[in-house]
């Protein structure tokens, strides 16, 4: 399988890319926003203390900063994901396992919502690509629509 195939967006209606541009846009924006003081100081952003590697805490921000840029973009949308999907894996694992904040905060401090919401964002774009208004589109073109089961099942007869 060739490389530029993952980056091929499946064929997806007006109504759904138009949402999932949308929702690229935002979601990106915020992680811009999110990743920019990271980007500043990548390898030592979480503070002296940090029990985290410099290595890991700039992967972090290149994941916040560039993914949120490329998912703007609806560039390299599936690698974009990924990072950004491992990141928000590790701030969940962070706030609930070893912080045991809660999952909403009611009373102020942290909580693992916003990471959570962001990482069933990034495995929604891994799945469905980032639509037809996306430079991925451009660049790599377009998969053809899956076939309905019911489809497949009558062509093997």
């Not at 974009?80 to 904040?101: I, Q």
Request: net charge positive; hydrophobic share 55%.
């Amino acid at each position: 399988m060739k490389a530029a195939v993952l980056f091929k967006p499946p064929g997806l209606s007006v109504r759904v890319s138009a949402g999932l541009l949308l929702l690229r846009l935002v979601a990106g924006l915020a992680f811009m926003f999110h990743g920019y003081g990271k980007i500043q100081n990548p390898f030592g952003w979480m503070g002296p203390s940090a029990t985290m590697p410099g290595f890991f805490q700039a992967l972090a921000a290149i994941s916040e900063f560039g993914g949120g840029l490329a998912w703007m973009l609806g560039l390299l949308t599936p690698l974009a994901s990924f990072g950004l999907a491992c990141t928000m894996a590790m701030a969940v694992r962070l706030h609930a396992f070893m912080l045991h904040d809660p999952f909403v905060a009611t009373k102020g401090g942290g909580s693992y919502e916003l990471a959570s919401v962001y990482f069933w964002i990034a495995l929604l774009f891994i799945l469905a690509g980032p639509g037809r208004y996306s430079v991925d589109r451009l660049v790599f073109g377009e998969k053809a629509l899956d076939a309905p089961v019911s489809d497949r099942m009558e062509t093997k007869q």
